[in-house]
């Protein structure tokens, strides 16, 4: 697999090792996350979604924060990243797909970005995503871009729960073909147009085992941003900041071993 | 002009600003480089180059590096940029073009580097890169990634010379169309293959003013770095620390005002 | 000269490099440098003041943003700086002072503050202070600790001026004898003692050049800040926070080149 | 209890919050750490100890990366350090003590540094330090200053053992008072004088939890480094680049809970 640039010869990344092959993802990364969802305006959702795409059961976004450490493709390193998703369903010409559409998430390390953007069509962004600050049953998670602090994350009154991996909220217990993406890169020299536009499908896979979880309550704020204070993300974070807040659902802290190296991804159309 | 997310409208860059149009590149961005040249073999860089790229003039490589500030697209903030460059010619089925061939180029800020790959086919990498080092007629400029140091350029015996724009060596007076590029983005699912895959050309533009000029010697060192070091770009260091020194050229150390938005850019094919 | 760690031998710093004798600073460090200032209640800023010291003119407090770069006793590096200060006098024992007092002093690299606090007796802290922004005659720059933005200086109508040093408002053309600090170490195991507390002095010193100065006007904004926020430094910003703006005084954007060592700081008593 | 910044009241720290009183310490922070140790010549180290210390036990220096997290003064943040240590005595007029010294340590925040050679005499110096690499049985941790690496600790064929509190290498069975330290404060204006300057002690205190050990092997080291790379620091780094390894001794990494807030800390006369 090559990625740019190009005339070094293939690049190493999550799906192929230096000599070529795949990684041994049965038992790590260890993943910590923190998530709260919300109930929010089906029509503040709706305009969110790339073409094709429509929503699907309840509108309840879900932000959550991760922190990776043991990756094997980083030689034992980790990175931190925050996603935004709710439950959508793609209706294409060949494929349909229900399941959770990532709209947005940050990563604070640019390798995984850029393997990531272009190998799997994960809509990723940077920022600074400084270690989660843990009192006892309270747990705050942030994200800075270059000093402006655009995002809190609030979890309250967590409690152990019997260890199970969590299900994002929203779809019930009906279809869920796993995370839904959009991979859209321009034309050069063609600007507006684009050389690449189309779903993407990241099916479960992995046996991640779960090793702690905690429930409780929580809440997230995205906080006033101008175009000066993040000149290329204001415009998402304005976009999540005006979403209604018209129910907290639920909040977890969990922890778990072992995840997939992704290479299930396929396009969808 | 839309980059992902898609989901969240048009995104602000350095070729649209909030409200859709160009920003003033006039007068700015201040842009201070400092940049070391040498003879290398020319069967060693021969196999650096993408597809229907052949090399042109003189083997002669040039690493520079840069420090930008007061870009109007990022609100008056800046970034640092280190670039590789030798000579080399596209031939293609359409287009002929010969100007220097822009193998890799590292920078310390992912914004820049999403819409440079994307929107212009650069082959940006991520890296830290600690504001140069300035003695007197002594500059020292270096490049790590997560704490490994795996590029050092030192220049000495600056003297101030007559301001102008200094030219990449290696092509003489010869003709020069620009900078050139391969873009490159994988497919997703059908790993090994191309959803993008074409040469680019930058066309000269802009029109700086340079300010301060200084001339004198210098050398660059790639230094030895493992797949554990420096697991996604190993590769290249190796190469590059790689290439036989057969004669160091000139150093210059240069100070200019404003640029271009490499709105010109264009896909050859 | 010696500093913790103290096993190893005498520390270059500063003051002494690593021959053990001076540094030339009669042509660097380069500094940039952005001022606001401000007549607030001489009530709020008294009980800033250490014992044994009282105010002094007129109550204006400047806060000044500076970027140093080009630093001999860090081998060509810089690092940034945030300083507070009002003109206040002291009357000690044996000694009588005016001058500016240095009521805080933020710096974002950990070496000069050690030597500054524990060789000086400068309030020295530290914090994230990312480069300023800078646009047209605009001039925005900030302050951040661990991702929370405590403090932001912007500058605007900045218009060309003869260069000259300038001078620290509210002491008018009376006495001024430099600058004013309190240096105070607690006594290990006798918390709440003090094993040195005494004021000391900064003379005027070095024969900086100004290169470029342009005046304009400004404000100053300490933001809401809380214990969880910054453990260790929520009290200080807070403070700030509450000092009434009576009246804007004069903003400055300055650029000099040289400087002193401070060998000449001297304890007061 | 105070630090500089003076006029601003009581500043919060590890033995005071924000309502003067102290912390919980029982259950938290976490701490994890990858320790290596190695029998050197007891020339080498001799010169590296203040007055009136001398070498006890075995000449064998510990260096130990930790990784601290929960930690309740820093608001549920953590912090990284990297620990020299090897076993001496303290003879003064008035006390006598034994334990093991510690020569330097590094710490990747300024906050805790501060009160810590402040208040408590710990010889601490700033330096980034990188999460550390996990794969499987094996370990590297390194430590770098302004992206200059200068120090890497490798443990390989690490396996589980039973849960206990490891004891730092060289004193065998005999008497261990705790960790000692030499607190040295500079005389303003008087360079080459001391402000302060006396041994300190650590008593053992606190009561953390193993939770996992792990045995191995492994092996520190510090590389060369020059004044121009590390102009505050180099003479250290030489110091210990230089210290001969006559045999590798045990290598751990364990995992713990609770800490003490080190107000046992005390001056020896």
């Not at 990625?3 to 010869?9: C, D, E, H, I």
């Not at 996350?33 to 929010?40: E, W």
């Not at 997230?220 to 204070?229: D, L, R, S, Y």
């Not at 304005?238 to 995840?259: H, I």
């Amino acid at each position: 697999m090559y990625r740019m640039p190009y005339g070094f010869g293939p690049t190493a990344g999550p799906r192929q090792g230096p000599d070529n092959g795949p990684f041994d993802w049965s038992n790590t990364p260890r993943r910590w996350s923190a998530a709260v969802s919300f109930l929010t305006d089906p029509k503040s959702l709706d305009h969110l979604l790339p073409p094709q795409f429509e929503l699907a059961g309840e509108p309840v976004v879900t932000v959550e924060f991760f922190v990776l450490s043991e990756l094997a493709w980083l030689a034992g390193r980790g990175y931190s990243m925050l996603q935004v998703r709710f439950p959508a369903a793609f209706g294409g010409n060949r494929d349909r797909a229900v399941g959770t559409f990532l709209s947005v998430l940050w990563e604070n390390l640019a390798d995984p970005i850029l393997s990531g953007r272009e190998e799997l069509g994960f809509a990723k962004l940077w920022c600074d995503l400084p270690p989660p600050r843990i009192m006892g049953d309270r747990v705050t998670c942030a994200a800075s871009w270059l000093g402006h602090e655009f995002a809190v994350l609030e979890l309250s009154n967590l409690v152990e729960a019997e260890p199970r991996t969590p299900t994002y909220p929203g779809l019930g217990g009906s279809q869920n073909d796993g995370t839904l993406h959009y991979k859209y890169i321009p034309k050069t020299g063609e600007w507006g147009k684009a050389a690449v536009a189309h779903a993407c499908l990241t099916p479960p896979a992995g046996n991640p085992t779960t090793q702690r979880l905690r429930i409780g309550t929580g809440q997230v704020t995205f906080k006033p941003t101008t175009w000066e204070q993040m000149p290329t993300q204001y415009h998402i974070v304005q976009t999540l900041a005006a979403l209604p807040v018209l129910e907290q659902r639920e909040a977890w802290c969990v922890e778990t071993r072992g995840a997939s190296d992704l290479s299930q991804q396929r396009a969808l159309a």
